[in-house]
């Protein structure tokens, strides 16, 4: 098991835009689906994006998101990212990267501490 460290989050206003990175341990990463949670306060966390191991390699969004958010990743530097454009005062959360066991079921292997996204109105 790797570890898993967030970077990227803040304050933004709505309707602007925050790239978040996961910078991941391990020698595992490139054979690794992953995948950007999120959690609002008093809310169950949330699937947001998920990709799977190949560098452009296939991916899926969460239908709230869709258009708006990039998932991405470099399988050199074992980052990946979530580029965040137009973001809402809804998208505040804490936003979670996590190893997924597999792309399709995004069951998590295990979890990165969080990066906290405010979006002011």
């Known amino acids: 098991q790797g570890q898993l460290v967030e970077s990227g989050g803040g304050l933004v206003q709505s309707g602007g835009s925050l790239r978040l990175s996961c910078a991941a341990s391990?020698?595992?990463?490139?054979?690794?689906?992953m995948g950007w949670f999120r959690q609002a306060a008093g809310k169950e966390r949330e699937f947001v994006a998920g990709i799977t191991r190949w560098s452009g390699g296939s991916t899926t969004y969460a239908d709230s998101v869709k258009g708006r958010f990039t998932i991405s990743r470099d399988n050199v530097k074992n980052t990946v990212y979530l580029q965040m454009n137009s973001l809402k005062p809804e998208d505040t959360a804490v936003y979670y990267c996590a190893a997924l066991q597999n792309y399709y079921s995004r069951i998590v292997d295990y979890w990165g501490q969080g990066t906290q996204v405010t979006v002011s109105s």
């Open positions: 391990g020698r595992t990463f490139s054979s690794t689906a």
